[in-house]
């Protein structure tokens, strides 16, 4: 069964850090794309970035470019977001997603995680 | 930047047939994906690659995409089905999200 776990969300001041962690299980996370996804309070879906299954390739949302950093780590199971420089505007459920498999950019995300509160405040 | 469009709101009676467009500019040549979002929950995977349906959702749940407009069909709508649904492609390396619908099952 295909699991995925965020952590590290929470309370920061604006222009602040936070560095969230997604564990996952039940498939061989290596072979997989994967992505981070937000939702703002009472808004929709917003992708934020995606990173090839081997990590060398990395995507972002202008929104978010330059100031997160998504990674992996494949001995470990386990992808990180890396969110500098926070806004107000960055507050929000953040959920990580298992790309499907597919080839070139087509893929869906077919399982994802429960999420975890990112709230950007003073 | 490319852009999906959604209706805000559908309603449909119980035991209908609901259906839910997502435009986009020659969206028929992209490959669309459906997620349901009940609330308070994660979004699922409903239709994948315009109309392929992941294990354990029902038949009655279709898609198709053609020229400008792709569309989420929900046939026999249930309670259950009370969710919004956001279609989603990918475009210039970036995964594009519509704004998302709100299905109501009256």
């Known amino acids: 069964e295909v699991q995925l776990l965020e952590s590290g969300g929470g309370l920061v001041q604006p222009g602040g850090s936070l560095r969230l962690s997604c564990a996952a299980s039940g498939f061989t996370f290596s072979s997989y794309a994967m992505s981070w996804v937000r939702q703002g309070p009472g808004k929709g879906l917003e992708w934020v970035t995606a990173?090839?299954?081997?990590?060398?390739?990395?995507y972002y949302a202008d929104s978010v470019k330059g100031r997160f950093t998504i990674s992996r780590d494949n001995s470990k199971n386990t992808l990180y977001l890396q969110m500098n420089s926070l806004r107000a505007e960055d507050t929000a459920v953040y959920y990580c997603?298992?790309?499907?498999?597919?080839?070139?950019?087509?893929?869906?995300?077919?399982?994802w995680g429960q999420g975890t509160l990112v709230s950007v405040s003073s | 930047s490319y852009q999906l469009t959604q209706p805000l709101s559908v309603s449909v009676a119980l035991g209908q047939t609901a259906r839910i467009t997502c435009g986009g500019n020659?969206?028929?040549?992209?490959?669309v994906h459906w997620y349901q979002q009940r609330p308070g929950q994660a979004p699922v995977l409903v239709i994948y690659r315009d109309g392929n349906r992941p294990s354990g959702i029902p038949e009655r749940l279709s898609g198709s995409n053609s020229g400008n407009t792709a569309t989420l069909t929900i046939n026999g709508a249930q309670a259950g089905d009370e969710a919004d649904y956001y279609c989603q492609v990918w475009d210039s390396s970036t995964v594009v999200f519509g704004g998302g619908t709100k299905l109501t099952v009256l």
């Open positions: 990173i090839s299954g081997s990590g060398g390739n990395t």
């Open positions: 020659n969206i028929g040549r992209k490959t």
């Open positions: 997603a298992k790309g499907d498999g597919g080839v070139s950019f087509d893929w869906s995300l077919d399982y």
